[in-house]
């Protein structure tokens, strides 16, 4: 599968954005599917991810309750709502697909994600 992410930009702190992520050349509906972020001099991280039919999340703790992950499998589309943005939140973000999860796996590990997107770049000023 393909993924394309899109939406990032530059904010400032308090503010709100979405990304979304474009899937194509696979079925969407079969992958669990995640948000991962890398910002400056760290490492990536995960930020969310999501079950096949998107009933079952997993945010990471600095992004609980400020951020919702959903997806639109009719439109193979995922998205990332983000609210409350802080200077923390500064990275490049990227989408990714993990083929071998099971039904309601939100798998957390990077090396389970076989396809990347792009990425898209966050920046929140203070």
């Known amino acids: 599968v393909q993924l394309q992410a899109s939406g990032g930009g530059s904010v400032q702190a308090g503010g709100s954005l979405r990304l979304s992520c474009a899937a194509s050349?696979?079925?969407?509906?079969?992958?669990?599917m995640a948000w991962f972020r890398q910002g400056p001099g760290k490492e990536r991280e995960l930020v969310a991810s999501i079950s096949w039919t998107g009933i079952r999340t997993y945010y990471s703790d600095s992004v609980q309750g400020r951020f919702a992950i959903s997806r639109n499998n009719r439109e193979n589309v995922m998205y990332l709502k983000m609210n409350n943005l802080k200077p923390e939140d500064t990275a490049v973000y990227y989408c990714?697909?993990?083929?071998?999860?099971?039904?309601?796996?939100?798998?957390?590990?990077?090396?389970?994600?076989?396809?990347w997107g792009q990425g898209t770049q966050l920046t929140v000023s203070s």
């Open positions: 050349g696979g079925t969407f509906s079969s992958w669990a």
């Open positions: 990714a697909a993990s083929g071998g999860a099971s039904f309601h796996n939100t798998p957390r590990n990077q090396n389970q994600y076989e396809s």
